[in-house]
């Protein structure tokens, strides 16, 4: 099991930038598959990005890509995602999951969730 804490919401103008952190305990972090996703209000969870173990695959939702960009440091057991050109509808609370299989990732499935971070975007 790894524990997941994320950091790094607030609120931003749109067009701003955040950057959330995800920190996570255990000493096998690099064999876990990462990802971020989101819930908005009165909204399902969605996919935002995943990362391979060893960072050397990356994938997007369709609607943050180009924007958004996930990236890991396995000696720090942290997973980031770069937030930029934000807009309204980016407003969410955002979770990090980590799982040893991307497929679980990929299907909302994880083993461990971290307790989310607000992120707002005004307009």
């Known amino acids: 099991q790894v524990q997941l804490v994320e950091s790094g919401g607030g609120l931003v103008q749109a067009g701003g930038s955040l950057r959330l952190s995800c920190a996570a305990s255990?000493?096998?972090?690099?064999?876990?598959?990462m990802g971020w996703f989101r819930q908005a209000p009165g909204k399902e969870r969605e996919f935002v990005a995943a990362i391979t173990g060893g960072g050397g695959m990356t994938y997007y939702a369709e609607s943050v890509k180009g924007r958004f960009t996930i990236s890991r440091d396995n000696a720090k057991n942290t997973v980031y995602l770069q937030m930029n050109s934000l807009k309204p509808e980016d407003t969410a609370v955002y979770y990090c999951a980590a799982d040893q299989f991307l497929r679980a990732i990929a299907t909302s499935t994880a083993d461990d969730w971290g307790q989310g971070t607000q992120v707002t975007v005004s307009s």
């Open positions: 255990g000493r096998t972090f690099s064999s876990y598959v």
